[in-house]
C-alpha cells in the first residue's frame, strides 16, 4: 500500500501514513520508521502494529521534497516500503532505500 499523503490547505505540511504489511515482519516485536525526516534516529518513530497484523505511523511532512527511509525490524533488519514512491542507493550497505514524494 503506497504510503497515504492528506494535504494541508493552509499550510505547506502534508500527513503522511505509512505502511509495512504483516507479511514482511510476521514476528515482529517492534517496528520504527528511520529517514531523513527523523535525521535516521533508529528509535524516535515506533509503528503500531494495526489489528490486521500490519504495521502503521503518521508523520506530518513539509511539501515540496523528497524523504529517503526505512523501516527497522526488531532493532536488528532492515526492510524497505514494497510500495514507495521511488528507491535511491543508500551511501550505506550496498542497499538501496525507499523514497516519498511529497
Known amino acids: 500500500m503506497k504510503p497515504h499523503k492528506q494535504y494541508h490547505k493552509s499550510k ?13 515482519a510476521k514476528d515482529a ?3 520504527h520508521i528511520v529517514g531523513e525526516f527523523n535525521n535516521w ?3 524516535s518513530l515506533p509503528m503500531n502494529r494495526n489489528k490486521n497484523g500490519d504495521w502503521s505511523v503518521t508523520l506530518e511532512l513539509e511539501t515540496g521534497r523528497e524523504y529517503q ?6 532493532e536488528s533488519s532492515w526492510e524497505n516500503d514494497w510500495d514507495a514512491d521511488g528507491y535511491v542507493p543508500s551511501p550505506i550497505g550496498g542497499c538501496y532505500n525507499s523514497v516519498v514524494v511529497i
Open 69 to 74: 527511509y526505512r523501516f527497522l525490524i526488531d
Open 41 to 43: 534516529d533508529e528509535n
Open 12 to 24: 505547506p505540511v502534508c500527513n503522511v501514513t505509512f505502511h509495512l504489511p504483516w507479511q514482511a
Open 29 to 31: 516485536k517492534t517496528v
